[in-house]
């Protein structure tokens, strides 16, 4: 990535949950914070934090973005990173914020707390270099993609690395490993059934890859896909990476 | 007048249960993709050749204007009668008069959207001129009655079975050739190639025109480009204003990208380099060329310099066979000139967002085009700013806030409102965890979630909770 690799680990960093995660998966986010305690980090979850801002930035409400996103600024003082359990969140906060702040009174704070974030799997694996211990029986997993984690935020391989340390779990790889779920945020309502479509595509490739458990690193795709994979009455069952690792490396 | 806003969700929805057309495309954008991938192996060059192609584009974009003036000036040097058109209906009747003087009732024409940009079939079928596609892609539709559903191939959404049934009812001598793709294919170039014998006019688009030298280029596999534009006696070719490059170097990159994405071929069969009509001595070659150039909005889209970008476009199509919407889709159902990820921010530019104001939506902001996207135009970037342009009236886009809702405006302050205030943030999610899960599944949005997918459930404990309840320090 553009992104230079702190010189020595970090002993501390920051947690930006997501509204999703805090809403929907908490567990997942209070996993994500247990792996990075595990690596011997402390880590600061500011309470005051809401959203990215994501949802009214690609909605065309821009202003209403801004307000949002303006309001995490002053929760992550100082210099330490910021891990989020999201490609797609970390992907607003990096990638987008800049744009978003541009000419703004804030922006010079706005570019330095966006060019800490990253997104978890990606610190576990380039900050951290951790080594897994499988702990769980054998299982087959399947890894879905977000579009923002690959194409946003540069994360292709970190969460495969991640799984293919697990001894016991096999990862079979999806068709199209690329191709978009159907989420996109508020497209899955305005153009439900084309999403439906793209979602029942996607179902299919999972299913074919014989996986008991789909492994994801965003909660917007995981709630699409565990969804239409409910409803289905499919027997694969979609769960978020920090808690999935957490659950095979704690027994 | 307001003008009738095209309703993308709607013609989505036949495409969408149609199994065959799901079929032809799910094959063929899988096979256009995997054939890309192959031509980009290598990821050096990959990236080396498009930031050239890019830096191509937007050099010649950043002196458009200029480069417009001297390619004028060497087409003219050279014989090419120039003809300037701000709009589809200057374009059209530019053409009328051009067939009218040349006495000519049949043009046969090679792939040129803009063309279709400007309805030219019909405007001169009203006017007792026959135009024959002679693209085989373009004649089947052309056959068929309907429009192109992509932009390079453009009876990508039909398959050999179809198009055999089609010939046989549209064509007479049909019924020998049965579904053989090569006999189809050869029945409909014996009809063409009459037709290239007979036509006054010869019809085509360009993919880059040479300021310097005043060259028109033009790209093609089957040879009818080559036809149209050296048997009959004149040649009109029909460019988009921004299709200008300023020297002949520039012409490479361009000509290898543009094939290598589109269809993953190296190189078209065809690379036609025009520069003049017949001269004196020469056997072949018409006797008068024109250029058509049309802006048709362009220079607003021009004036803007984050929409600038729209303009770096070669029409490759790469970024709809990539597209995973236009992949379930297809062309028909965006019911526009340019379909797919490209159509979804240079139409609404073109025709202004009253009509087009949803094409920016039907979008996951993916990324796949952006990551394909030859010449990098950052179509998602455009695709938000015209989200933006929608909802809000400004000066830069045609129509800009047709579509701004008091309601959505409404909703959206509420969830600023609640997520810049930890107070009000705490009361909502709070309140969200304990009874939301009781919201029926029949209220708007939750229905439409729901069609397909079970609703989702707040968790009874929000991250902020748990985070308290574990001692996870606060600063």
Same mark, same amino acid.
């Given at each position: 990535?553009?992104?230079?690799?702190?010189?020595?680990?970090?002993?501390?960093?920051?947690?930006?949950?997501?509204?999703?995660?805090?809403?929907?998966?908490?567990?997942?986010?209070?996993?994500?914070?247990?792996?990075?305690?595990?690596?011997?980090?402390?880590?600061?979850?500011?309470?005051?934090?809401?959203?990215?801002?994501q949802?009214?930035?690609?909605?065309?409400?821009?202003?209403?973005?801004?307000?949002?996103?303006?309001?995490?600024?002053?929760?992550?003082?100082?210099?330490?990173?910021?891990?989020?359990?999201s490609g797609s969140c970390a992907g607003m906060?990096k990638k987008h914020?800049?744009?978003?702040?541009?000419?703004?009174?804030?922006?010079?704070?706005?570019?330095?707390?966006?060019?800490?974030?990253?997104e +978890?799997?990606?610190? *576990?694996?380039? %900050?951290?270099? @951790?080594? /897994? =211990?499988?702990?769980? #029986?054998?299982?087959?997993?399947?890894?879905?993609a977000s579009c923002h984690a690959q194409r946003e935020m540069?994360v292709?391989?970190?969460?495969?690395? +991640?799984?293919?340390? *697990?001894?016991? %779990?096999?990862? @079979?790889? /999806? =068709?199209?490993?690329? #191709?978009c779920?159907?989420?996109?945020?508020?497209?899955?309502?305005?153009?439900?059934?084309?999403?439906?479509?793209?979602?029942?595509?996607?179902?299919?490739?999972?299913?074919?890859?014989?996986?008991?458990? @789909?492994?994801?690193g965003d909660?917007g795709c995981?709630?699409?896909?565990?969804?239409?994979?409910?409803?289905?009455?499919?027997?694969?069952?979609?769960?978020?990476?920090?808690?999935?690792?957490?659950?095979?490396?704690?027994? | 007048?307001?003008?009738?806003?095209?309703?993308?969700?709607?013609?989505?929805?036949?495409?969408?249960?149609?199994?065959?057309?799901?079929?032809?495309?799910?094959?063929?954008?899988?096979?256009?993709?995997?054939?890309?991938?192959?031509?980009?192996?290598?990821?050096?060059?990959?990236?080396?050749?498009?930031?050239?192609?890019?830096?191509?584009?937007?050099?010649?974009?950043?002196?458009?204007?200029?480069?417009?003036?001297?390619?004028?000036?060497?087409?003219?040097?050279?014989?090419?009668?120039?003809?300037?058109?701000?709009?589809?209906?200057?374009?059209?009747?530019?053409?009328?008069?051009?067939?009218?003087?040349?006495?000519?009732?049949?043009?046969?024409?090679?792939?040129?959207?803009?063309?279709?940009?400007?309805?030219?079939?019909?405007?001169?079928?009203?006017?007792?001129?026959?135009?024959?596609?002679?693209?085989?892609?373009?004649?089947?539709?052309?056959?068929?009655?309907?429009?192109?559903?992509?932009?390079?191939?453009?009876?990508?959404?039909?398959?050999?079975?179809?198009?055999?049934?089609?010939?046989?009812?549209?064509?007479?001598?049909?019924?020998?050739?049965?579904?053989?793709?090569?006999?189809?294919?050869?029945?409909?170039?014996?009809?063409?190639?009459?037709?290239?014998?007979?036509?006054?006019?010869?019809?085509?688009?360009?993919?880059?025109?040479?300021?310097?030298?005043?060259?028109?280029?033009?790209?093609?596999?089957?040879?009818?480009?080559?036809?149209?534009?050296?048997?009959?006696?004149?040649?009109?070719?029909?460019?988009?204003?921004?299709?200008?490059?300023?020297?002949?170097?520039?012409?490479?990159?361009?000509?290898?990208?543009?094939?290598?994405?589109?269809?993953?071929?190296?190189?078209?069969?065809?690379?036609?380099?025009?520069?003049?009509?017949?001269?004196?001595?020469?056997?072949?070659?018409?006797?008068?060329?024109?250029?058509?150039?049309?802006?048709?909005?362009?220079?607003?889209?021009?004036?803007?310099?984050?929409?600038?970008?729209?303009?770096?476009?070669?029409?490759?199509?790469?970024?709809?066979?990539?597209?995973?919407?236009?992949?379930?889709?297809?062309?028909?159902?965006?019911?526009?000139?340019?379909?797919?990820?490209?159509?979804?921010?240079?139409?609404?530019?073109?025709?202004?967002?009253?009509?087009?104001?949803?094409?920016?939506?039907?979008?996951t902001m993916c990324n796949?085009?952006?990551?394909?996207?030859?010449?990098?135009?950052?179509?998602v970037?455009?695709?938000?700013?015209?989200?933006?342009?929608?909802?809000?009236?400004?000066?830069?886009?045609?129509?800009?806030?047709?579509?701004?809702?008091?309601?959505?405006?409404?909703?959206?302050?509420?969830?600023?409102?609640?997520?810049?205030?930890?107070?009000?943030?705490?009361?909502?999610?709070?309140?969200?965890?304990?009874?939301?899960?009781?919201?029926?599944?029949?209220?708007?949005?939750?229905?439409?979630?729901?069609?397909?997918?079970?609703?989702?459930?707040?968790?009874?404990?929000?991250?902020?909770?748990?985070?308290?309840?574990?001692?996870?320090?606060?600063?």
């Amino acid at each position: 990535m553009d992104r230079p690799t702190p010189p020595t680990k970090p002993t501390k960093v920051y947690f930006f949950g997501t509204c999703l995660v805090d809403l929907f998966y908490p567990e997942a986010g209070m996993a994500g914070m247990e792996l990075l305690q595990a690596q011997g980090l402390t880590v600061v979850f500011p309470q005051g934090q809401s959203c990215c801002g994501q949802p009214a930035y690609n909605s065309g409400y821009r202003a209403d973005a801004l307000k949002v996103a303006r309001a995490q600024l002053d929760l992550f003082p100082g210099d330490l990173p910021i891990v989020v359990p999201s490609g797609s969140c970390a992907g607003m906060m990096k990638k987008h914020w800049p744009h978003l702040f541009h000419g703004e009174p804030d922006e010079a704070k706005a570019l330095q707390v966006s060019a800490r974030v990253w997104e +978890l799997t990606q610190f *576990l694996v380039q %900050v951290l270099d @951790v080594k /897994l =211990t499988d702990k769980g #029986e054998p299982l087959r997993v399947t890894w879905h993609a977000s579009c923002h984690a690959q194409r946003e935020m540069g994360v292709v391989d970190e969460p495969k690395a +991640l799984l293919r340390q *697990l001894a016991n %779990v096999e990862l @079979v790889e /999806l =068709t199209r490993e690329k #191709e978009c779920c159907g989420f996109g945020g508020t497209f899955a309502v305005r153009h439900a059934e084309i999403s439906a479509a793209m979602v029942g595509d996607k179902v299919a490739d999972i299913e074919s890859t014989g996986a008991k458990r @789909v492994v994801s690193g965003d909660c917007g795709c995981l709630m699409n896909i565990n969804g239409a994979l409910e409803a289905g009455g499919k027997p694969v069952q979609g769960q978020h990476i920090a808690q999935f690792l957490k659950e095979r490396t704690h027994g | 007048m307001a003008e009738h806003a095209v309703n993308f969700a709607a013609a989505s929805k036949a495409a969408l249960q149609d199994s065959q057309l799901r079929g032809n495309f799910r094959r063929a954008m899988d096979g256009l993709m995997s054939k890309r991938a192959v031509q980009f192996a290598d990821a050096k060059e990959w990236h080396t050749m498009r930031a050239l192609a890019a830096s191509v584009r937007l050099r010649a974009l950043a002196k458009l204007p200029e480069l417009l003036e001297q390619l004028e000036t060497n087409l003219t040097r050279n014989g090419i009668q120039v003809h300037w058109a701000s709009t589809t209906a200057e374009a059209n009747a530019i053409t009328l008069a051009i067939m009218r003087k040349a006495n000519a009732t049949l043009a046969v024409k090679g792939k040129s959207m803009v063309t279709e940009e400007m309805h030219l079939n019909a405007f001169l079928e009203d006017h007792d001129i026959e135009v024959l596609e002679s693209d085989l892609g373009e004649y089947i539709v052309q056959l068929d009655g309907t429009m192109p559903s992509h932009i390079i191939m453009p009876a990508i959404h039909l398959n050999t079975k179809q198009i055999a049934h089609l010939f046989k009812q549209k064509i007479k001598d049909a019924a020998s050739t049965g579904e053989d793709a090569a006999a189809l294919t050869d029945l409909a170039r014996r009809i063409l190639r009459q037709k290239f014998m007979n036509a006054g006019v010869g019809m085509s688009g360009v993919n880059a025109a040479v300021a310097e030298t005043g060259t028109l280029c033009l790209i093609e596999n089957e040879g009818n480009g080559r036809m149209c534009t050296t048997v009959p006696p004149v040649h009109i070719a029909f460019m988009g204003l921004e299709k200008v490059v300023e020297k002949l170097e520039d012409v490479p990159p361009i000509i290898s990208l543009l094939p290598r994405s589109a269809t993953g071929q190296p190189i078209t069969t065809y690379v036609n380099m025009i520069s003049s009509p017949r001269k004196e001595g020469e056997k072949d070659g018409p006797r008068e060329i024109h250029v058509v150039i049309l802006d048709n909005g362009r220079s607003s889209v021009y004036a803007d310099p984050e929409l600038r970008d729209t303009l770096r476009c070669i029409r490759c199509g790469a970024c709809m066979n990539h597209c995973p919407v236009y992949t379930k889709v297809g062309g028909h159902a965006y019911e526009a000139p340019y379909p797919g990820p490209i159509g979804q921010i240079l139409v609404p530019q073109m025709e202004g967002l009253a009509k087009r104001g949803e094409m920016p939506h039907a979008c996951t902001m993916c990324n796949a085009c952006v990551e394909i996207c030859p010449v990098q135009i950052p179509i998602v970037e455009i695709m938000g700013r015209l989200r933006v342009e929608a909802v809000h009236p400004s000066a830069s886009v045609k129509d800009s806030g047709a579509r701004a809702s008091k309601t959505e405006a409404l909703v959206w302050k509420g969830w600023a409102a609640m997520n810049t205030s930890p107070l009000a943030y705490k009361i909502a999610t709070t309140a969200m965890s304990a009874v939301g899960n009781a919201a029926p599944g029949s209220l708007p949005l939750l229905k439409e979630w729901t069609s397909v997918r079970s609703k989702p459930r707040f968790a009874p404990r929000t991250l902020h909770d748990l985070a308290r309840k574990k001692g996870i320090p606060n600063v």
